[in-house]
């Protein structure tokens, strides 16, 4: 069974920074590539970011390109996203998703999984 656990969520301050992590089980994590989606209130979806299986090619939305890095520890089955100089506009709630095609890592790729999630909210 496919689980994916994020953690890492908090309430921050605007220009602060947190490192969101999501626990992957119940697949060979190395062999796909993962993706960050966010929620916030009252809104649809929006694909974050994205890596590839071996971690050589990364993806952002333009919302946070220069902000917010995405990694992965293939060795702790563990995907990372770093984010830096946060916005109240990032608050929502982030998920990990797994890619519906193994080697697919961008905004135009499906998931098929996706954990609980993990809230980020940024407020003063």
């Known amino acids: 069974e496919v689980q994916l656990v994020e953690s890492g969520g908090a309430l921050v301050q605007p220009g602060g920074s947190l490192r969101l992590s999501c626990a992957a089980s119940?697949?060979?994590?190395?062999?796909?590539?993962m993706s960050w989606v966010r929620q916030a209130p009252g809104k649809g979806p929006e694909w974050v970011s994205g890596i590839s299986r071996g971690g050589g090619s990364r993806y952002y939305a333009d919302s946070v390109k220069g902000r917010f890095s995405i990694s992965r520890d293939n060795a702790r089955n563990t995907l990372y996203l770093q984010l830096n100089d946060l916005k109240i506009e990032d608050t929502a709630m982030y998920y990990c998703?797994?890619?519906?095609?193994?080697?697919?890592?961008?905004?135009?790729?499906?998931?098929?999984?996706r954990g609980q999630g993990t809230q980020v909210t940024v407020s003063s």
């Open positions: 998703a797994k890619s519906k095609d193994p080697v697919c890592a961008t905004s135009r790729c499906e998931t098929d999984y």
């Open positions: 119940g697949f060979t994590f190395s062999s796909w590539a």
